[in-house]
């Protein structure tokens, strides 16, 4: 068998119902996303298109801690009816020897005749070579199709694989006068019932949750996703203190064994200081920084080589407005609650303005909804809107 990729498909060979069967697959790639670890949350759906309407065969997503990948589900249900369909997948299938082989040569090795794909994975193991090695093989391969969506579905992944670090998603709930808090110290609740639950959904989604270390001494919050039935979803809980030391009484230690905390610290402690921490299992990963704080750069790079591919920032001020002023942050939900809280409230971004989120030239405004009483508007990075 020839080596050399047969050509790039015509456009001819992208058919009708190309979009809605992708647009499924990237459904489905969603079910698991914030919960496939160091792996990208793909979807797979296997359709019999000589039937008319295409008939589908079986379909699959990326499992948990990213084992079983989405094809290797999808074409173990289709078992020997996978010979001769086409295999629609939301990134290029992998090409490397893994934990497991290959998803490219599974999909030879059942038969696929066609595989319809959005975009080259830029894992530079795989890179174009899942589908050269397709190619190679006899199978007819389509890429391009609904690949604006995955891409936006795979900010977390792809931020790794291109920028050395995760997306990080700032989430503010703010009072109509841009406050956080009625007072300095006080624990103050903002948005209502719905808006929460929807907070809860999107740490689901998330591979990390961030705060400062002043909001685990003020709030004193668990920082897990507490909706019915999704307990299991609740991300990493990473906590930014300088000196490393978090209170042993915090409620986020109570259980450390099943949903982990790490902490970003500057440097390296005297001898014994963080033995209880260590000792309960949380994880200290040194960052370097200056006197003022962390290096959050080098921080969100640490996590990155973790696996951490889209991280939810929940605060503090302090920690909002230094991500903001290095650049650091890609998207703000921003919750805006009904009721003022007055002059002496706590500032959202520590003195600066939200018009460095509202009115910058760097975010645009993408979506708005309501939940309750309360307003959510969306802010993305421009860059990320032309890739």
Known sequence: MSSKPAPQPAAADVRGHDAHFMDLALRLGRRNQGNTGANPAVGCVIVDEDVSPPRIIAVGWT??????????????????????????????????????????KGLIDAGIARVVTTFDDPDPRVSGRGNAMLRAAGIAV???????????????????ME?????????LAVSPDGKIAERPGVATAITGPQARAHSHMMRAASDAILVGHRTIIVDDPLLTCRLPGMTDRSPVRVVVASAGLIPLQASLLRDVSVTPVWVLAQREPSPGAWTALESLGVSMIICGGDPEGVDLARGLHELAQRGIGRVLVEGGAVIARALLEADLVDEVALFTASRPL??????????????????SERFVATGQERFGEDRLTVYVRRLQLTI
């Open 342 to 359: 007055g002059p002496a409230g706590v500032d959202a971004l520590a003195g600066l303005p939200l018009g460095a989120i509202t009115q």
């Open 63 to 104: 499992g948990r801690e990213g084992r079983p990948h989405a094809e290797q589900v999808a074409l173990a249900r289709a078992g020997d009816q996978a010979r001769g369909k086409t295999a629609y997948v939301t990134l290029e299938p992998c090409a490397h020897y893994g934990k497991t082989p290959p998803c490219a």
């Open 163 to 171: 920028r050395g670090r995760p997306h990080v998603i700032l989430k």
């Open 142 to 160: 389509v890429t391009g199709v609904g690949s604006a969506e995955a891409r936006l579905d795979l900010t977390g992944f792809l931020s790794r």
